[in-house]
């Protein structure tokens, strides 16, 4: 398909931007997501850097203009780095009251507010708690706003077209991105192949879709309604092939790839559960790959189902939300018992219990560091942005299969369904790690560690003279025995203890983002990556002592943290918890750690860690 882009009156002036974030607003049924996510893969083809974050409402089915049926999708994209979806979206599309009263509070003051002033009805307004119109009782006078009739001009724009009202409504969230493309400058070719392949069966809607969308576009150039439109200038490129990518594709694609690295056939048991669901989707697609994905009836199935994966010789795999992993943590202990490979990811959000099921948190730390009972150390990692899911699952993988141990991985909602660009890496280049070789069959002792690592061998089953006990019974050392004698429990108990803490010899040391010693060093791990080294970088900047390093390994920590942590006045350590990390820094290092602490759903706003770090500079306290 040829390139089309948006029109450009002769007269129009182009402002150019550094960057710019939007956020689109409205029900459910509003098409917001997909609005969201073609903008994003427009950006994404003009070069631009990007960070997106979609907002789904907890309930399914919630009631039409409602508060709590409300949908949003934020992008931030710049001609620099994009770390964060932004803080306070610079444009606001609202399509009905409900949306704009949900998020008019972060829209920036004077930002621009494209409202669709048709669900501007005394029901819609009565819905969403408002007495009397905002665009007419003088309240947005702080903001550049543009009411547009999106119901009617979709329906003078499909005239014509055998569309009952309600499909015509389903298409003005596309009139609504055409508007947005041209005011910013995005290719049209992305959108309108997209809608093709989707609509490919419904021809009709295919053809409404494309007009609502070139519609909206022409109607931002000849309405001028906007004055000027805006232009964001490509990034720095990156070397190499790059795509947009969420934190889930790109867990889901880790894997994959630690199947072919290892040589292992990749099994991925799960049950549905927000917001980890897509990775099972994703892994569905490469059955032509060897790859086996399990639908499982409940949670406690679907990791078994993985520990007998492994037990067979795969790359036993599972994937949930905190909930989940609460009812998995049983056969945690098991698969730490007898030593298997496995890696359970675990896409956190807010709880605990059912929680806050669509809404980020980091709170289950401490569930995947302690979570299980008995002495059952594990391998803890945490990726630390959408792209980075890919890395951090590979080298779940990697340790599972040197080291013979489950391994959890921590991605959150934020990570999971946000996205930005990825550089698709050389495979060739990625190093292998097959399963060691198993000694000779008159040699075998199911728990004779190796002498490196202290993994036991991996016995499959169906192989002559290697047959060995399994369960979650206490293991006799070298024999695998069942035994209840009390030195033997210490004795393995401490050694699957040294087993996790060999980890640490060949994790790299800790990497600090700015000088290596002075008055604070911020630490991080997680999704609250983006927000603290932009923080940081704004703080160095200006001229100030800060400095920032991010965890990938949360157990074992990497060596040398403790004096990374020393060679500074004060350590702050942001979290989407009430403490959990801060806690572990203060217990392992005896370091006067100060927490800043959200449990809102939300992720952290750059200017949150800001205004902390500012106060520890000028000798506040927590």
Same mark, same amino acid.
């Given at each position: 398909?040829?390139?089309?882009?948006?029109?450009?009156?002769?007269?129009?002036?182009?402002?150019?931007?550094?960057?710019?974030?939007?956020?689109?607003?409205?029900?459910?049924?509003?098409?917001?997501?997909?609005?969201? =996510?073609?903008? +994003?893969?427009?950006?994404?083809?003009?070069?631009? $850097?990007?960070?997106?974050?979609?907002?789904?409402?907890?309930?399914?089915?919630?009631?039409?203009?409602?508060?709590?049926?409300?949908?949003?999708?934020?992008?931030?994209?710049?001609?620099?780095?994009?770390?964060?979806?932004?803080?306070?979206?610079?444009?606001?599309?609202?399509?009905?009251?409900?949306?704009?009263?949900?998020? &008019?509070?972060?829209?920036?003051?004077?930002?621009?507010?494209?409202?669709?002033? $048709?669900?501007?009805?005394?029901?819609?307004?009565?819905?969403?708690?408002?007495?009397?119109? *905002?665009?007419?009782?003088? +309240?947005?006078?702080?903001?550049?706003?543009?009411?547009?009739?999106?119901?009617?001009?979709?329906?003078?724009?499909?005239?014509?077209?055998?569309?009952?009202?309600?499909?015509?409504?389903?298409?003005?969230?596309?009139?609504?991105?055409?508007?947005?493309?041209?005011?910013?400058?995005?290719?049209?070719?992305?959108?309108?192949?997209?809608?093709?392949?989707?609509?490919?069966?419904?021809?009709?809607?295919?053809?409404?879709?494309?007009?609502?969308?070139?519609?909206?576009?022409?109607?931002? /150039?000849?309405? /001028?309604?906007?004055?000027?439109?805006?232009?964001?200038?490509?990034?720095?490129?990156?070397?190499?092939?790059?795509?947009?990518?969420?934190?889930? /594709?790109?867990?889901?694609?880790?894997?994959?790839?630690?199947?072919?690295?290892?040589?292992?056939?990749?099994?991925?048991?799960?049950?549905?559960?927000?917001?980890?669901?897509?990775?099972?989707?994703?892994?569905?697609?490469?059955?032509?790959?060897?790859?086996?994905?399990?639908?499982?009836?409940?949670?406690?199935?679907?990791?078994?189902?993985?520990?007998?994966? +492994?037990?067979?010789?795969? &790359?036993?795999?599972?994937?949930?939300?905190?909930?989940?992993?609460?009812?998995? +943590?049983?056969? &945690?202990?098991?698969?730490?018992?007898?030593?298997?490979?496995?890696?359970?990811?675990?896409?956190?959000?807010?709880?605990?219990?059912?929680?806050?099921?669509?809404?980020?948190?980091?709170? $289950?730390?401490?569930?995947?560091?302690?979570?299980?009972?008995?002495?059952?150390?594990?391998?803890?990692?945490?990726?630390?942005?959408?792209?980075?899911?890919?890395?951090?699952?590979?080298?779940?993988?990697?340790?599972?299969?040197?080291?013979?141990?489950?391994?959890?991985?921590?991605?959150?909602?934020?990570?999971?369904?946000?996205?930005?660009?990825?550089?698709?890496?050389?495979?060739?280049?990625?190093?292998?790690? *097959?399963?060691?070789?198993?000694?000779?069959?008159?040699?075998?002792?199911?728990?004779?560690?190796?002498?490196?690592?202290?993994?036991?061998?991996?016995?499959?089953?169906?192989?002559?003279?290697?047959?060995?006990?399994?369960?979650?019974?206490?293991?006799?050392?070298?024999?695998?025995?069942?035994?209840?004698?009390?030195?033997?429990?210490?004795?393995?108990?401490?050694?699957?203890?040294?087993?996790?803490?060999?980890?640490?010899?060949?994790?790299?040391?800790?990497?600090?983002?700015?000088?290596?010693?002075?008055?604070?060093?911020?630490?991080?791990?997680?999704?609250?990556?983006?927000?603290?080294? =932009?923080?940081?970088?704004?703080?160095?900047?200006?001229?100030?002592?800060?400095?920032?390093?991010?965890?990938?390994?949360?157990?074992?920590?990497?060596?040398?943290?403790?004096?990374?942590?020393?060679?500074?006045?004060?350590?702050?350590?942001? /979290?989407?918890?009430?403490?959990?990390?801060?806690?572990?820094?203060?217990?392992?290092? &005896?370091?006067?750690?100060?927490?800043?602490?959200?449990?809102?759903?939300?992720?952290?706003?750059?200017?949150?860690?800001?205004?902390?770090?500012?106060?520890?500079?000028?000798?506040?306290?927590?």
């Amino acid at each position: 398909m040829s390139k089309v882009t948006p029109p450009r009156a002769k007269s129009r002036p182009v402002e150019d931007l550094d960057s710019v974030t939007i956020r689109f607003a409205g029900d459910s049924g509003d098409g917001i997501q997909v609005a969201g =996510a073609q903008f +994003s893969t427009a950006t994404a083809l003009a070069g631009n $850097d990007l960070s997106t974050f979609p907002d789904y409402p907890a309930d399914i089915r919630a009631p039409q203009g409602s508060l709590y049926g409300v949908s949003g999708y934020q992008i931030h994209f710049s001609s620099g780095r994009a770390y964060t979806p932004g803080d306070a979206p610079d444009v606001l599309v609202a399509m009905n009251p409900a949306a704009l009263k949900v998020n &008019l509070k972060d829209l920036r003051q004077g930002g621009l507010l494209v409202v669709n002033s $048709d669900a501007f009805t005394p029901a819609n307004l009565a819905k969403a708690g408002y007495a009397a119109s *905002p665009l007419e009782d003088g +309240s947005l006078a702080g903001y550049r706003v543009i009411p547009v009739e999106f119901s009617q001009r979709t329906g003078e724009a499909l005239q014509g077209l055998a569309l009952t009202k309600p499909q015509v409504e389903r298409c003005k969230n596309f009139y609504a991105l055409g508007m947005m493309y041209w005011l910013y400058d995005r290719p049209l070719e992305a959108t309108l192949g997209w809608i093709s392949g989707k609509f490919k069966k419904v021809p009709l809607m295919a053809e409404a879709n494309r007009k609502a969308l070139l519609a909206g576009n022409a109607f931002a /150039e000849t309405a /001028e309604l906007f004055g000027q439109c805006y232009r964001v200038k490509a990034a720095p490129a990156q070397a190499g092939l790059c795509r947009n990518v969420t934190g889930n /594709e790109a867990m889901a694609l880790g894997l994959l790839t630690a199947s072919q690295l290892s040589g292992l056939q990749l099994w991925y048991g799960s049950y549905p559960i927000t917001p980890a669901s897509e990775i099972l989707h994703e892994l569905s697609k490469y059955k032509n790959l060897g790859v086996k994905t399990f639908q499982a009836e409940d949670e406690i199935a679907a990791v078994c189902s993985a520990i007998g994966a +492994s037990f067979a010789g795969s &790359l036993g795999t599972t994937g949930t939300s905190g909930p989940g992993v609460s009812l998995k +943590s049983e056969a &945690l202990g098991l698969a730490a018992m007898v030593e298997l490979p496995l890696v359970i990811v675990n896409v956190q959000r807010g709880g605990p219990s059912t929680g806050l099921p669509t809404k980020t948190e980091q709170s $289950d730390l401490f569930q995947a560091l302690y979570g299980r009972h008995g002495e059952c150390p594990m391998p803890v990692l945490a990726a630390a942005t959408p792209a980075d899911c890919f890395q951090v699952a590979v080298e779940a993988c990697r340790i599972a299969v040197k080291y013979m141990t489950p391994v959890l991985v921590l991605s959150d909602g934020f990570l999971g369904i946000g996205a930005e660009p990825w550089r698709v890496p050389d495979a060739a280049a990625l190093p292998k790690f *097959p399963p060691r070789p198993l000694p000779p069959p008159d040699q075998f002792q199911p728990y004779q560690r190796d002498p490196e690592t202290l993994a036991r061998p991996w016995a499959r089953p169906g192989l002559a003279g290697y047959e060995h006990r399994v369960g979650g019974l206490e293991k006799a050392d070298v024999t695998g025995a069942v035994s209840y004698d009390p030195e033997n429990h210490e004795r393995m108990c401490r050694l699957r203890q040294a087993k996790i803490e060999r980890i640490a010899s060949e994790l790299p040391p800790v990497e600090v983002l700015g000088p290596k010693q002075g008055k604070v060093l911020v630490v991080g791990w997680g999704s609250t990556y983006g927000a603290i080294t =932009a923080a940081v970088s704004r703080l160095q900047a200006a001229g100030e002592s800060a400095a920032c390093l991010h965890l990938r390994h949360l157990n074992p920590l990497p060596p040398g943290l403790g004096e990374a942590l020393s060679r500074y006045e004060r350590v702050l350590v942001p /979290e989407l918890n009430l403490g959990q990390l801060v806690y572990v820094l203060r217990g392992r290092f &005896l370091v006067d750690a100060q927490g800043l602490h959200k449990v809102k759903g939300q992720s952290f706003q750059v200017a949150e860690v800001e205004s902390a770090v500012r106060k520890l500079l000028k000798g506040g306290g927590r």
